[in-house]
Each structure stands twice: as C-alpha cells, then as structure tokens.
T-cell receptor, first 114, second 112 residues
Framework: DTEVTQTPKHLVMGMTNKKSLKCEQH?????MYWYKQKAKKPPELMFV???????INESVPSRFSPECPNSSLLNLHLHALQPEDSALYLC?????????????FGPGTRLTVL | GDSVTQMEGPVTLSEEAFLTINCTYT??????LFWYVQYPGEGLQLLLK?????DKGSNKGFEATYRKETTSFHLEKGSVQVSDSAVYFC???????????FGKGTRLSVIA
C-alpha cells in the first residue's frame, strides 16, 4: 500500500479563521513533507519532518504552522491566511530523509482563502 | 545547483500518436530521476523512476531512459490515449536528498 491520505479535499476559509489540514500514511515512512502548488506551477516545498522533528522550513510565513504528532500523521495549522495563500496543498512521505527514496504524494487539499 | 529543464507545453496530440516530453537535468553525481503525473484536480502520482545511468523506467506504456552522457530522461509513449491527458513533471532529488527539484511541468492534451 503506497497511499497517503489527506483531509479535507476542499477547504474554504476566511482570513480570520483557524483551520487545519491533515495527512496520514501507514507505510512506515519516517520523512513527511508539505508542499504548496499554485495553478500551472510545480509544487514548492514548505516543510520537511524527519522522525517527527522539523528538519526544513523553507522560510514559510508563521501563519502556517506544521505539526507531526506521531510517525503516521502530519498536520498543517492555518491562521490569518491571505487570499494569495489559496492553492493546492500536498502532503508527501518517503522512507527516510536524506536519501533518494521515492516520495509518495497525497491527493491534496484545495484551499481557498476569501 | 541542481535543476531540471523540461519542454513546456501545452502539447496537444491525437489519440494513438507518439509522445515525447524532453527532460534534461543538471546535478552533482548521478541522482535518481523521476517522472510524476498529475491528472486534473488530483495530486501527484509517481509514474516511473530510474536510479542509475542506463536504467529504463516504465509504467502504463510510458518509458524513460536515464542517459548520463546527455543528462537526459525523456518520457515516451508509443500510443497515447485520451486518459493520458495530464501534467507531467520531471524531478530529481536536490543535492542527493529527498526534497525534489521539479521541472515546470508539461501539460498534455490528447484528443479523440
């Protein structure tokens, strides 16, 4: 099973709302990732977790707050977002951080900020 | 730094036509190379990969050969179908690590 699941599939929120995106994998992978993808662009890396610890933050604004409660789950907490944050948010996982293992992506959460 | 250059679309083909999407890379050493596909409204799916020079990745009728002499990993399919309409991304690990460096993507439209 090479499945990464993400919820919700779609999310509409106002600029004052607080919401969370969730990602789950049961492949025993120890590296998990958040990407942001704008229309007609490739995904851009936001965060990397390795063994439940944050390894990379690609200078992401603090209104995005990642959390890795255990080795299977990855959350992205959203607060005070801007309309330009509207995008497809993709979660991915791989066996290990720091190797060239295949990354498996979830279906994404399509976020609209009003 | 590591980078990927792929042909920009959109590419429009008739059903059963031959497909080539070019991808070249710049990297230190010989990284693994990947093709991902993104169908409309969906996330990315791994289409195929190659882990060393002269490897050929294949899946769903698509093929790509890792050519170190030309630093290329072109995607080919002999006979495309309408269901192949999607965006295709060539990618490699950045500096040997798992953060992926993606090409800009090539949108393929196949018409019946």
């Amino acid at each position: 099973d090479t499945e990464v699941t993400q919820t919700p599939k779609h999310l509409v929120m106002g600029m004052t709302n607080k919401k969370s995106l969730k990602c789950e994998q049961h492949m025993g992978h120890r590296a998990m990732y958040w990407y942001k993808q704008k229309a007609k662009k490739p995904p851009e890396l936001m965060f990397v977790y390795s063994y439940e610890k944050l390894s990379i933050n690609e200078s992401v604004p603090s209104r995005f707050s990642p959390e890795c409660p255990n080795s299977s789950l990855l959350n992205l907490h959203l607060h005070a977002l801007q309309p330009e944050d509207s995008a497809l948010y993709l979660c991915a996982s791989s066996q290990e951080w720091g190797s060239t293992d295949t990354q498996y992506f979830g279906p994404g959460t399509r976020l609209t900020v009003l | 730094g590591d980078s990927v250059t792929q042909m920009e679309g959109p590419v429009t083909l008739s059903e059963e036509a031959f497909l080539t999407i070019n991808c070249t890379y710049t990297a230190t050493g010989y990284p693994s190379l990947f093709w991902y596909v993104q169908y409309p409204g969906e996330g990315l799916q791994l289409l195929l990969k190659a882990t060393k020079a002269d490897d050929k990745g294949s899946n769903k009728g698509f093929e790509a050969t890792y050519r170190k002499e030309t630093t290329s990993f072109h995607l080919e399919k002999g006979s495309v179908q309408v269901s192949d309409s999607a965006v295709y991304f060539c990618a490699l690990p950045h500096s040997g690590n798992t953060p992926l460096v993606f090409g800009k993507g090539t949108r393929l439209s196949v018409i019946a």
